[in-house]
């Protein structure tokens, strides 16, 4: 197989906690780090464009992480943690998503490997896709 190819894996993590902004522990203590958050282009400049459009959703987020050790570090206060749009908490809801602490449903779009690293890929779900 091709460097760089992502293969399946098995579960994806239960739960994530958020530990730092951007680093996140699972169940097994692993830690898994925001590498890359992606905010999809707002539905609002579509809407303006097209005639009657009232629609207005928040853009969607897309967020890779991957499985990788870091240096052991104080956990900040959740007061400090609330500043990301990201959850504090992500728990495996059913099939192929989380569910936050705050209700939102995120999809995981990937779990695979690449290389060496373990990844996970997660999208943010408009409301009303329980």
Do not use: F
Request: proline share 11%; glycine share 6%; hydrophobic share 35%.
């Amino acid at each position: 197989m091709a460097s760089g190819a992502s293969l399946t894996l098995g579960v994806p993590p239960h739960r994530l906690w958020a530990r730092r902004p951007g680093i996140y522990e699972d169940e097994k203590g692993r830690t898994w780090v925001t590498v890359v958050v992606r905010l999809s282009p707002s539905q609002r400049a579509r809407s303006r464009a097209s005639p009657g459009g009232t629609h207005e959703p928040e853009p969607s987020v897309t967020v890779h992480m991957w499985q990788m050790p870091v240096h052991p570090q104080e956990p900040v206060s959740p007061s400090q943690l609330t500043l990301s749009r990201l959850p504090l908490v992500w728990q495996l809801y059913s099939g192929r998503r989380y569910r936050a602490m705050d209700s939102r449903l995120w999809e995981i779009v990937s779990h695979g490997q690449i290389d060496s690293t373990e990844e996970l890929v997660l999208t943010e779900l408009p409301p009303g896709n329980d």
